[in-house]
């Protein structure tokens, strides 16, 4: 087998096994049938029951207990919707197996959410005994530490009726199912393995964008990673792992969270669209995603101090504002960048059927019921991988985008010459050299004189034909690795030549750069040629630093250029800028007096220690001239 088969065989064993363990922990009705079926009787059985409404909550067992023995109970199953509502208690009366021995047994109610569950068993003298569980009550007092309500007696033989007494405050299927111990703890095992494997994949993901935050620098990954740790923290506290190890004395806390946590997962992952899309959608609706996402943490923040009591209402409206808000804006990325909006999408698709589902079993619409039980705070099994592969292939983009908008600090994107940045930086280290060693190297700054007029007759793609002709007329003159050819913001072109120069040497080169530019190439319109126009100095440049020298160059082209034999230097092609020569005053070699020269500041003069030995400014120093 290849590597790419392996690899893809690989992945289909994986996406299965996520599929089994979505499945298994969106349908717990579907996972317990699966295990009753493997171990018989008492592997998690749906013993049949009837049930009576207590309106005022305040009648006893011997009363309810009458009236169902009189007949008044109505038969249920635990699929079935039942009517909770704060101010009254839901009375349930269970018909259990028949036993010829005592045996150790379970009673669970897979929902979260229940404020208070109370059963009623008969103990082996045939008085009644009852015991508490629900979010109303510390974990550490519940007859059982477990996920959901949980409770465990010894079941006698004639012992055929329990009774459940139920307070909570919207309809729900309860689901109870019937246990044997043993089999009770192998399911308990299953489930906290898997719900601790999905905590660990949870911390792993998070580890993921972490490190992706680093290698990218991009804060991107931070934003997914607090959502999906806030997803995650939602998801275990829906299913009672929170209550069971981090606060199981604080029943409160449970209360606040249930709601508290999952209104922030719904304000980070809506953050996390608003920095996801910054870029494709108009700032408007980015301004719109950040301000609704702060509201949902301030909600969140009411949530987990007052409670649901207040804002329970409201937290409802809340995510369905960001679940329409989102689900639009996703739709909106999708249709301008389809290879990530479209992973994008597909994760608040899943969002949105998810947080439709309860309003369904609310409405109790058919079976719907049924799979809605947890819907909700199962989604984030299916969002997470889903908007995990959209922000990678989104960090993908933007790490792209990174590394070109860097490399565009030190490339010149029309010709590929070093930028302005990199040339000074090199300029700098030249001219430290140049002080240790002396008449070391020369420095050209070159302009196309006739680059506006080319531009005005012929048009931007003759402008860029220009400039890359330009380009490789210099380039040709550049022979050794050491040497630097750059392109300035402005156009001009900057070439640092390494070596010992004499000012002939130097001038030799500018000449040669002219003539090339002079001769006709086809990349150029008919009849025109480039004028080129050169300003280059070498030895002990006049200046403190690159900036200062390269601006004494572009002073002399601008005189160059103004094409007035009156100005010193205008209407020439090349012109040489001595040491301590000022633009516009002529050097001795132009008519200039040498006492003129002497007067001026030297470079060398203001960096050389006076204890040293001065080199004259007009002796020419051993180089090559080429």
């Known amino acids: 087998m290849t590597l790419a088969g392996a690899l893809g065989a690989l992945r289909g064993r994986l996406a299965r096994a996520w599929l089994g363990l979505l499945l298994g922990l969106l349908l717990p009705g579907w996972g317990h049938a699966t295990l009753a079926q493997a171990g018989g009787a008492w592997g998690g059985v749906m013993p049949p029951g009837q049930r009576l409404i207590d309106v005022g909550g305040a009648s006893p067992l011997s009363r309810m207990g009458g009236r169902f023995l009189a007949g008044e109970g109505m038969p249920i199953t635990a699929r079935d919707i039942l009517p909770l509502a704060p101010g009254q208690v839901l009375w349930l009366a269970l018909d259990l197996p028949e036993v010829n021995a005592p045996r ?3 009673l669970t109610l897979p ?3 229940l404020d208070r569950v109370t059963l009623y068993w008969q103990g082996d003298d045939a008085h009644w005994l009852s015991a508490s569980a629900g979010q109303q009550l510390p974990v550490s007092r519940w007859p059982m530490a477990y996920l959901h309500p949980a409770f ?9 009726r329990v009774y459940l007494a139920v307070e909570g405050r919207q309809p729900t299927a309860l689901g109870w199912r019937f246990w044997s111990r043993e089999r009770f703890d192998d399911s308990s095992r299953l489930w906290h393995l898997a719900l601790g494997g999905y905590l660990g994949s949870i911390l792993l993901v998070a580890l993921i964008c972490v490190v992706l935050a680093a290698l990218w620098r991009d804060a991107l990954p931070l934003f997914f990673a607090a959502s999906v740790l806030a997803l995650g923290g939602s998801f275990l506290t829906q299913w009672g792992l929170t209550a069971e190890y981090l606060w199981p ?7 606040h969270a249930v709601l508290a946590l999952p209104t922030l997962a719904m304000a980070l992952v809506l953050l996390f669209l608003g920095q996801l899309t910054r870029q494709e959608l108009p700032p408007r609706w980015c301004a719109a995603l950040v301000l609704v996402a702060a509201l949902g ?6 949530l987990g101090v007052w409670g649901l009591d207040l804002l329970g209402q409201a937290a409802w409206v809340y995510d369905l504002l960001v679940l329409v808000l989102g689900a639009y804006a996703s739709w909106r990325f999708a249709r301008r960048d389809p290879r990530v909006g479209s992973w994008l999408l597909a994760g608040f698709a899943v969002l949105v059927i998810s947080g439709l589902l309860p309003w369904m079993r609310g409405l109790g619409l058919g079976p719907l019921a049924q799979f809605s039980q947890l819907a909700a705070q199962s989604a984030g099994l299916g969002v997470v991988p889903l908007m995990m592969v959209a922000l990678f292939l989104r960090g993908r983009q933007r790490r792209d985008q990174w590394v070109r908008r860097r490399a565009l600090t030190r490339i010149d994107a029309l010709t590929g010459l070093c930028s302005e940045r990199v040339l000074l930086e090199r300029l700098d280290h030249l001219i430290l050299r140049q002080h240790r060693q002396h008449r070391l190297g020369g420095v050209m700054r070159i302009r196309i004189s006739n680059l506006k007029a080319i531009f005005r007759t012929f048009g931007p793609q003759a402008l860029e034909a220009a400039t890359l002709h ?6 040709q003159v550049v022979r050794r690795s050491g040497d630097t050819l750059a392109r300035l913001g402005n156009g001009d072109f900057v070439l640092l030549v390494e070596g010992e120069f004499k000012p002939q040497g130097v001038q030799d080169l500018a000449q040669l750069i002219i003539a090339r530019g ?9 009849g025109i040629s480039l004028r080129l126009h050169v300003s280059c100095t070498a030895g002990f440049y006049p200046g403190c630093d690159a900036q200062a020298l390269l601006n004494r160059l572009d002073a002399l082209l601008s005189q160059m250029g103004q094409g007035s034999a009156a100005t010193p230097g205008g209407g020439r092609a090349l012109q040489m800028l001595g040491p301590g020569q000022l633009p516009g005053v002529p050097s001795a070699g132009q008519g200039g007096s040498a006492a003129s020269e002497e007067a001026s500041p030297r470079w060398s003069d203001q960096i050389t220690p006076p204890q040293r030995t001065r080199m004259p400014g007009n002796a020419p120093g051993p180089g090559l001239s080429t």
Not at 152 to 160: E, N
Not at 518 to 526: F, N, Q, Y
């Open 470 to 475: 330009a380009s490789y007329c210099i380039s």
């Open 297 to 302: 943490g301030a909600l969140a923040l009411a």
């Open 152 to 160: 465990d007696w010894t079941l006698h033989p004639g012992q055929s």
């Open 518 to 526: 002079l001769a006709h190439s086809k990349r150029l319109p008919s």
């Open 104 to 106: 150790k047994v379970v």
């Open 249 to 255: 004395d604080h029943p409160l806390w449970s209360q």
């Open 111 to 113: 929902q979260p959410g």
